[in-house]
């Protein structure tokens, strides 16, 4: 499995930005993988933003990004996007998209349930 990020960049706080994953698969469909989105800012800790499970049910986020994020997915394109609204200089970082067909609902947060990631991709908000 392999998965290839786009999408970041500079933008001022209060913009946006739609983050994209592109994802191939071997042997099993995308569409029952569970997929979601890590971040890491500079000298902290990776941690959870969205994720969404392999029934395309709702997203699941972080209290930091309700209400602002958005994960959906396109199972025909193989492709997971993150679209960020009202962006703060604290959602400066790189993001990480994840894929794992064997994720439970209870781990859907944790790095350690994702096989699969990609490279990252750099999100800078200016103030």
């Known amino acids: 499995v392999q998965l290839q990020a786009s999408g970041g960049g500079l933008v001022q706080a209060g913009g946006s930005l739609r983050l994209s994953c592109a994802c191939v698969t071997s042997g099993r469909a995308f569409r029952s993988y569970t997929v979601g989105w890590f971040r890491q800012a500079p000298g902290k800790e990776r941690i959870f933003v969205a994720g969404m499970k392999s029934n395309n049910g709702n997203g699941i986020y972080a209290e930091s990004v309700k209400g602002r994020f958005t994960i959906s997915r396109d199972n025909a394109k193989n492709t997971v996007n993150l679209q960020m609204n009202s962006l703060r200089p604290e959602d400066t970082a790189v993001y990480y998209c994840?894929?794992?067909?064997?994720?439970?609902?209870?781990?859907?947060?944790?790095?350690?349930?994702?096989?699969?990631w990609g490279q990252g991709t750099q999100v800078t908000v200016s103030s």
């Open positions: 994840v894929a794992d067909p064997s994720v439970i609902s209870s781990n859907l947060a944790s790095q350690t349930a994702y096989a699969y």
